[in-house]
C-alpha cells in the first residue's frame, strides 16, 4: 500500500537563515519556502505527549557544503536554532499538519555527518522561574532588565587582532586607555573574517607593564579569529552593586539586594533576643 505523505522541516538560524529539507525524493513548496531533499537530512520517530512532558526527538543528516556544514556547526552558529516539521501530502502541499516546533539542543558531528536533538516548546519550562534574592543582581548585563547598553563609547572598543595564542588568549600592541579588569566578566564578539558573529567570554583582562593589553577568555572560539580580524570588546560586571552604581551608572535598575542579611547573621544568636 502507497502513501503520498511525506516530511517538511524548516530550520532558521538566529541570523536568520532559513533552510528547507524533506525526505521525499522530490522538492516541496509552500509558505515561501523550497523543500530540498538532496542534503540526506532524516529524522527519528517524533515522541509527542500530552500534559507538560517534553517532546523528544533527534534529527540526522549528511553534512553538505550548501547546507549544513561542518564549519558552522563548530562555530556553533546553528545553536537554539528554531525548527518546523510538518507532515504534507506530496501530492497537495496545501494539505499538511505541523506536527513539531521547537529547537535544537546539542549538535554533534563528525565522519561527515551530523546529529541533532530536538526540544520541544515544553522544553522551556524546565527553566528557572521567579526572583532570585541575592545581594548579587540577577540580571544579566544588556538584557532588557539591565538597560545598559554594552556597545556605547566607554563601555565598548573595536579593534583588530593582533596576535593570538592557544585560541583564546589575545595580546593587543596598543589599546586605548582602560583600567585593568574593565573587560573582565565581559564578552567580545568578531566582526570580520571566518569567524564573524561569534562570541567569548572575557575571564581575565590584564595591562602588562611592557604596555598593550592582554584578554584572556574562558575557552577557545570553535572557529580562531586571525591576525587582521576586526573585533568588539564589551565591559564586564561582576554583579556588585557598586559596580552598577560606579561603573555603569545603572542603580536604577540594580535587580539585586544588598543590603540583605547573610545566612551567618540569620543564624547567630543575638544579644538581648533571638532572629524572627
Known amino acids: 500500500m502507497s502513501t503520498t505523505i511525506a516530511r517538511a522541516w524548516c530550520v532558521t538560524r538566529a541570523d536568520g537563515l532559513q533552510l528547507g529539507f524533506t525526505d521525499h525524493d522530490c522538492e516541496l513548496s509552500f509558505d515561501g519556502i523550497v523543500f530540498k531533499p538532496d542534503h540526506g537530512l532524516d529524522a527519528s520517530a517524533l515522541l509527542q505527549a500530552t500534559g507538560l512532558s517534553v517532546d523528544n526527538a533527534e534529527a540526522t543528516g549528511a553534512l553538505s557544503d550548501d547546507a549544513i556544514t561542518e564549519r ?54 524546565n527553566a528557572p522561574q521567579g526572583r532570585v534574592f541575592h ?28 596576535r593570538i595564542e592557544e585560541g583564546r588568549i589575545l595580546r593587543f600592541d596598543s589599546f586605548a586607555s582602560y583600567d585593568a579588569d574593565w573587560f573582565e566578566h565581559g564578552r567580545i564578539v568578531v566582526l570580520s573574517g571566518e569567524a564573524e558573529g561569534l562570541q567569548g567570554r572575557v575571564k581575565n583582562d590584564r595591562v602588562p607593564e611592557a604596555g598593550g593589553r592582554i584578554v584572556e577568555l574562558w575557552a577557545g572560539l570553535n572557529i580562531i579569529p586571525a591576525p587582521g580580524d576586526r573585533i568588539r570588546i564589551e565591559a ?41
Open 236 to 276: 564586564g560586571c561582576d554583579k556588585a552593586s557598586s559596580t552598577c552604581r560606579l561603573k555603569f551608572a545603572n542603580f536604577l535598575n540594580f535587580r539585586g539586594f544588598p543590603h540583605l542579611p547573610s545566612e551567618d547573621w540569620l543564624m547567630a544568636p543575638q544579644t538581648g533576643g533571638r532572629n524572627v
Open 135 to 162: 545581594p548579587r543582581c540577577s540580571a544579566m548585563l544588556g538584557d532588557t532588565a539591565c538597560g545598559v547598553d554594552t556597545r556605547r563609547e566607554g563601555l565598548s572598543v573595536e579593534l583588530t587582532v593582533d
Open 72 to 125: 558552522d556547526l563548530m562555530a556553533g552558529r546553528w545553536d537554539a536554532a528554531t525548527i518546523r516539521m510538518w507532515e504534507v501530502d506530496w501530492i497537495d502541499p496545501e494539505d499538511r499538519k505541523l506536527m513539531f516546533r521547537g529547537s535544537l539542543g546539542e549538535v554533534s558531528h563528525g565522519n561527515g555527518s551530523f546529529r541533532a536533538e530536538l526540544r520541544g516548546l515544553t522544553d522551556r519550562l
